[in-house]
């Protein structure tokens, strides 16, 4: 009898069909989104990409949102070249993003915790990874880069993102049982 309880509880964290073509969805809309619907510059991209990570760390959590992340960006960055050759470590950012993600919105989206998501990964991701990953590959220096960085990601992303995620909680939220 308590084989069959744990056998429950066990196949509720495997990943399902239904999840498994959810995530590939949103991996292909995280391409789509990063690589056609965003502005980018060498050192910086404008844009929703972050959409489909965020959908993935609110509906499942931070491992699912970390492997949306980093097989997005690598299959983006394979399939569709923006700057160069593949880099590893731009993909290991990804990874750390849906992770910080995850970790915050997967309980509860409150204006708070949504708040601290948006700062922390810009801080941790934006800020600092990927402009040392920049300042590693293009061999920019690393301060001019990361207060260029700053002035787009703080005056224009940080507040787009903490928008669209109180916009999107309470849909999601409502799709949560059926994901």
Known sequence: MSNTSTMGADRSKLITVNKLVIMAMLIALQIVFARFLSFSVWNLRIGLS????V?????YGPIEAALVAGVSDFLGAI???TSGAYFPGFT???VVLGLIFGLFLRKKQTWYTILVSVLVSQLVCTLLLNTYWIATVYGAPFWATFYTRLTTQVVIMAPVQFVVMMLLKE???RVRKYA
């Open 79 to 81: 399939l569709f070249p």
């Open 50 to 53: 972050f959409i489909p990570i």
């Open 171 to 173: 849909p999601l939220r």
């Open 92 to 94: 290991a950012t990804a």
């Open 55 to 59: 959908m993935a760390a609110m509906l």
